[in-house]
């Protein structure tokens, strides 16, 4: 009796096995992230949004604690996020959402980066429009 068990057993580990390492891969791959190329976010920067033309535009040159506002046209979004990051150091928390000021138009109004002990100008914008993740590098002044 007990070897007409075993197979079955054996084949029910398996399937366990697999199920757990495909919804463990799926949970632990981020989601994927878009560059955007931009020279001058002061003067806006597109990127493509669901096969649409959209745009993120700060209101200035950014520097560090210096507030400036910040503008993502995206036509049939919901939802708007950003936080700021530099490259391999951690900056904390600061992570604002867009309020829909219009259909397809968010805006945060008095944006803060922080001050880098280290003195580094380089930073990332990482916008979350919807499910769709868009990085965005620049430098400040």
Not at 48 to 72: C, E, I, K, N, W
Not at 99 to 126: D, I, M
């Amino acid at each position: 009796m007990k070897w007409k068990i075993a197979p079955w057993v054996f084949v029910a580990i398996l399937l366990g096995v697999a199920f757990y390492a495909h919804f463990a891969r799926r949970a632990q791959s981020p989601p994927q992230t878009r560059a955007i190329a931009c020279a001058d976010v002061a003067q806006g920067c597109a990127f493509d949004f669901r096969g649409q033309a959209a745009q993120v535009r700060f209101s200035r040159p950014p520097s560090a604690m210096q507030s400036f506002a910040l503008t993502v046209k995206a036509p049939g979004a919901r939802a708007v996020a950003v936080d700021f990051q530099m490259p391999d150091m951690d900056m904390g928390e600061n992570r604002y959402v867009l309020k829909q000021v219009q259909p397809g138009v968010f805006t945060a109004e008095n944006v803060v980066l922080p001050v880098c002990a280290h003195g580094g100008v380089s930073w990332a914008a990482n916008l979350r429009v919807d499910e769709a993740t868009y990085t965005l590098p620049f430098s400040v002044r």
